[in-house]
């Protein structure tokens, strides 16, 4: 088993930076790929991005482009998401979620991965 959870998420105003973190406990996090989604209230989750295993490779959702990235430090147990320019589409819950079964998945299919982290609120004002 393991456990993850979110934390940086916040108010902030249009323009600025957050930096989510995702702390995975109970086991390593290192031999897996893991995924960012965010949901908006009234709409579907939405996948944001992705990182393999290693660190290097990861991929964002073009809305998204240019404007967050994604990191890990395996020996923190750890995956970030750094939010520059943020935008108020940009606000929503975001979630880090684990693949288990397919533990190199690192695509858009939320039912591919198995261990989710309770979110994190981002407010971004205008």
């Known amino acids: 088993q393991v456990q993850l959870v979110e934390s940086g998420g916040g108010l902030v105003q249009v323009g600025g930076s957050l930096r989510l973190s995702c702390a995975a406990s109970?086991?390593?996090?290192?031999?897996?790929?893991m995924g960012w989604f965010r949901r908006v209230p009234g709409k579907e989750r939405e996948f944001v991005g992705a990182i393999t295993s290693s660190g290097s490779s990861t991929s964002v959702i073009d809305s998204v482009k240019g404007r967050f990235t994604i990191s890990r430090d395996n020996a923190k147990n750890t995956v970030y998401l750094q939010m520059n320019s943020l935008k108020p589409e940009d606000t929503a819950v975001y979630y880090c979620?684990?693949?288990?079964?397919?533990?190199?998945?690192?695509?858009?299919?939320?039912?591919?991965?198995?261990?989710w982290g309770q979110g994190t609120q981002v407010t971004v004002s205008s």
């Open positions: 979620a684990l693949p288990s079964s397919r533990p190199y998945y690192i695509g858009l299919d939320e039912t591919n991965y198995d261990y």
């Open positions: 109970g086991r390593t996090i290192s031999r897996n790929a």
